[in-house]
């Protein structure tokens, strides 16, 4: 009975610390929405940003994945940049945080009814939500920023408040969190949101560090 009772305790404590390592390696997928005339500092910050921590110990379980709206993985940005995302909308990823950016062809993007389903699918599962610019019009559209504080790029947020009533619009902020959702003007801005969203996932202290990293500091404030 005892040598009975020690393998059922000795099979629980395995049973436990197996659990809790998978818990420990967990990897977070940070994933960058793209698709053809995107705006191209908008997806570039956020994977140069979040790319530089995933190279940290402190980052490392941290996965970034540029994600194509289509179904071909090739994407010409609005200033000519060819990428190459490594998945599409239409893989099966689980996602734990979804950054969207902007396009000035906002009518096309909206219509895009693939694209609008898997932000409203998406948005409403991830722990968190972003957008860049006029992305900000993506997320209100599929519904996802009803009722939350939220900016868009710098002269735009007029045009957002009459649009989306229902959106808490700010004025004059570069960067917005309000609760799991983080809006920014987008341009270089994007910088700026891609470090404060960092600083949420780790720490103040780490996205100081991959601040200084990327001499982000040398541009703010200047007078």
Not at 109 to 116: F, G, I, Q, R, T
């Amino acid at each position: 009975m005892r040598t009975l009772l020690m393998s059922i305790l000795f099979t629980l404590l395995v049973t436990q610390s197996v659990h809790a390592q998978g818990a420990e390696t967990k990897e977070t997928v940070i994933g960058v929405l793209a698709f053809d005339r995107v705006l191209t500092s908008e997806i570039t910050a956020p994977i140069e940003v979040f790319g530089a921590a995933a190279k940290k110990d402190w980052f490392s379980s941290h996965r970034v994945l540029l994600l194509s709206g289509a179904k071909n993985k090739q994407i010409v940005t609005e200033e000519g940049l060819t990428v190459i995302a490594d998945a599409t909308i239409h893989d099966d990823i689980d996602l734990d945080v979804l950054i969207v950016p902007g396009s000035y062809d906002l009518d096309r993007v909206k219509s895009d009814k693939p694209l609008m389903a898997f932000l409203r699918n998406q948005g409403q599962e991830v722990r968190w939500l972003g957008s860049n610019c006029s992305g900000a019009f993506l997320l209100a559209h599929a519904g996802l920023l009803d009722g939350v504080k939220a900016t868009t790029w710098a002269g735009g947020e007029t045009d957002l408040k009459k649009s989306y009533p229902s959106v808490d619009v700010q004025f004059d902020r570069n960067v917005v969190v309000d609760g799991r959702v983080i809006t920014s003007n987008g341009g270089v801005v994007s910088y700026e949101a891609a470090l404060t969203l960092l600083s949420k996932l780790s720490s103040p202290e780490h996205a100081n560090e991959i601040s200084e990293l990327l001499q982000f500091p040398r541009v703010q404030n200047k007078d």
